[in-house]
T-cell receptor, first 115, second 113 residues
């Protein structure tokens, strides 16, 4: 009964490189959310996906960031040409259905450090 | 533009005493509120929630109070235990709208033995 799995736990990139963060939702969950926590801040919503669909990406920066949740495999958050300001903890959460925020389970996060 | 505010970055209490964590919000559209607990190197875990139609919800040692007119909620933990030491996040959502949780910055609770 694995929980939400995120990998890698820690990712170090140099400015200009690409970062790929992976999230495998809990078994049976088809809704995935990505949140970002900057240092000394709360978690901020980035994107909400269902299988093969982006439902709400209003929290995603307009450039360099993209997310997908394919029919098979994990959800991927991709950051192109990373900058120092992208350094943060990125959390993925999953749920079985909409409207079930109490049943939202978070992964342990990926700590991205940009040198 | 912080819609959910936790003005105390940290709180320290003695084991056995009451811990009170506070949260204020500005968006009148929020109608559901949640508290999450987060240990270092882990993701947030759901603790307790309250709908805007209620003013109190209790679950064991944890009670959440909501004052809609003041746009204020609080989490009471009694009695506090050392294992409660963690960062507590207040979050809010407008259930008729998007699925986005809006989080406060968190309060780090330390319960001293």
């Amino acid at each position: 009964n694995a929980g939400v799995m995120q990998n890698p736990r820690h990712l170090v990139r140099r400015r200009g490189q690409e970062a790929r963060l992976r999230c495998s939702p809990m078994k049976g969950h088809s809704h995935v959310y990505w949140y970002r926590q900057l240092p000394e801040e709360g978690l901020k919503f980035m994107v909400y996906l269902q299988k093969e669909n982006i439902i709400d990406e209003s929290g995603m920066p307009k450039e360099r960031f993209s997310a997908e949740f394919p029919k098979e495999g994990p959800s991927i958050l991709r950051i192109q040409q990373v900058v120092r300001g992208d350094s943060a903890a990125y959390f993925c959460a999953s749920s079985m259905r909409t409207g079930g925020v109490e049943k939202l389970f978070f992964g342990s996060g990926t700590q991205l450090s940009v040198l | 533009d912080q819609q959910v505010k936790q003005n105390s970055p940290s709180l320290s209490v003695q084991e056995g005493r009451i811990s009170i964590l506070n949260c204020d919000y500005t968006n009148s559209m929020f109608d559901y509120f949640l508290w999450y607990k987060k240990y270092p190197a882990e993701g947030p875990t759901f603790l307790i929630s309250i709908s805007s139609i209620k003013d109190k919800n209790e679950d064991g040692r944890f009670t959440v109070f909501l004052n809609k007119s003041a746009k204020h909620l609080s989490l009471h933990i009694v009695p506090s235990q050392p294992g409660d030491s963690a960062v507590y996040f207040c979050a809010a959502i407008s259930r008729g709208g998007s699925e986005k949780l809006v989080f406060g910055k968190g309060t780090k609770l330390t319960v001293n033995p």
